[in-house]
């Protein structure tokens, strides 16, 4: 793993990136769960403007902010990124 995959995680979502989105549809087989049907679509998930201003303005590098302000950027990507994705 890298050094810094917070600042990782900025840059891809400042850059925008492409997900593959799985969809799977299971039934039951005498009492067991058979996989029917799996359907495999890529995304593509735009640059974030946000994301892309954080990285270029930011006041404070972000090699110089805490390991909590880290974390809070980090909760705060991943709610973005997993609000994206529905």
Excluded: H, W
């Amino acid at each position: 793993m890298s050094e810094d995959p917070v600042k990782e995680a900025l840059v891809r979502r400042a850059l925008g990136y492409e997900t593959d989105e799985v969809v799977e549809e299971y039934g039951f087989n005498e009492g067991e769960a058979v996989l029917l049907k799996r359907k495999v679509t890529k995304k593509s998930v735009p640059p974030d403007i946000q994301a892309a201003k954080m990285l270029m303005d930011a006041e404070v590098p972000l090699e110089q902010l805490s390991d909590e302000k880290l974390e809070e950027e980090r909760q705060r990507l991943l709610r973005e990124l997993l609000e994206e994705e529905n």
